[in-house]
């Protein structure tokens, strides 16, 4: 049986297969008898695939997914959960900055008697405002989840055969890979790696698709929005009701009317403002729902293209 496999998904990083690949080959001969790396090609526009291809004919351990389009990275890396066989999956980035070299010892650690060990980042050459976005997020972005995890994860780890068994049985389309390996549980550990600096060209991520990438893994992953905005409503709710009984006994015992057009213009924006925006999340829970329900795969393997 193979005993790791490594789960790489590729987009726009065609720059970096033939070095990854030498390099875990390097490091896996080494340290187990078997072994398969698996790089699915997820829609990538540049020469990925060809790379791929052209490993997978020359070293019998690299194999090649090619996904018929970009469906994301989380549902390339179910793809290739559902294809490895390994006792142990390292899942990984294609762009060098999880090094190969660290892989030894979050085996190490594994075979110690735990069932996941993440690389948590103990360096991380970002700029300060970067930095401090990603704080800022991962912090929102726990609070709404119940996660426990912060900007110094990403999804280099190494996760045992019924840890990965446990996450292909989620039939999910919206994936997030490390909430899901959160969710089954299981014993966890750790390790401090040096998260590598990105040589070339940018990350195929801008601010714009993480957020839109958090947004759709808070309404999959938990209902604490819809708690939030109940919250905020019933709040101003109260806030209205004690202000017109202030208003009220003033003109009562007074004989003081209220007065103030601006201020009651601003209160109907809030207002008016608030249900907008609660219906907004009302109709992404709703379009969740609805990409759900059509069942359709959480993607489509082209079958005739593969290495």
């Known amino acids: ?27 896996l001969n080494g340290l187990v008898n078997e072994y398969e790396i698996i790089f699915i090609d997820d829609g990538s526009p540049d020469q990925s695939w060809m790379l791929i291809d052209d490993l997978a004919k020359r070293n019998p351990q690299i194999r090649g997914l090619k996904l018929s389009r970009n469906f994301g990275q989380h549902s390339a890396i179910s793809a290739g959960l559902l294809n490895a066989s390994g006792k142990w999956v390292v899942v990984m980035d294609g762009d060098l900055q999880d090094m190969p ?24 050459d970002d700029g300060v405002l970067k930095k401090v976005n990603s704080r800022i997020f991962y912090k929102v972005f726990a609070k709404l989840t119940g996660s426990t995890l912060t900007h110094e994860y ?47 060209g940018p990350s195929s991520y801008s601010y714009l698709s993480l957020i839109r990438l958090a947004s759709k893994s ?20 109260v806030i209205s009701i004690s202000f ?56 489509v393997i082209d079958l005739d293209t593969q290495a």
């Open 218 to 237: 808070i309404v999959s992953y938990s209902n604490k929005p819809l708690y939030v905005v109940t919250t905020v409503g019933f709040l101003i709710f």
């Open 101 to 124: 070299e660290d892989i030894p010892e979050l085996y190490r650690v594994a075979m110690s008697g735990t069932d996941s060990v993440l690389a948590r980042r103990s360096t991380r």
């Open 154 to 200: 990403g999804n280099f780890g190494i996760y045992s055969r019924k840890v990965i068994n446990s996450i292909n049985q989620m039939p999910e389309n919206e994936r997030s890979f490390g909430l899901f390996a959160e969710w089954v549980g299981f014993k966890r550990s750790e390790i401090l790696v040096n998260r590598a600096k990105r040589e070339h």
């Open 244 to 299: 017109a009984s202030v208003l009220l006994a003033r003109y009562l015992i007074f004989g003081v009317q209220a007065q103030g057009w601006t201020s009651l213009m601003v209160a109907i924006f809030l207002n008016s403002g608030l249900i907008i925006g609660t219906l907004g999340i009302l109709g992404i829970y709703i379009g969740s729902i609805f990409s759900e329900v059509k069942r359709r795969p959480q993607f």
């Open 1 to 27: 049986m193979i005993d790791i496999s490594v789960v790489i998904p590729v987009f726009r990083t065609s720059v970096f297969i033939e070095e990854l690949a030498t390099r875990l080959q390097l490091v």
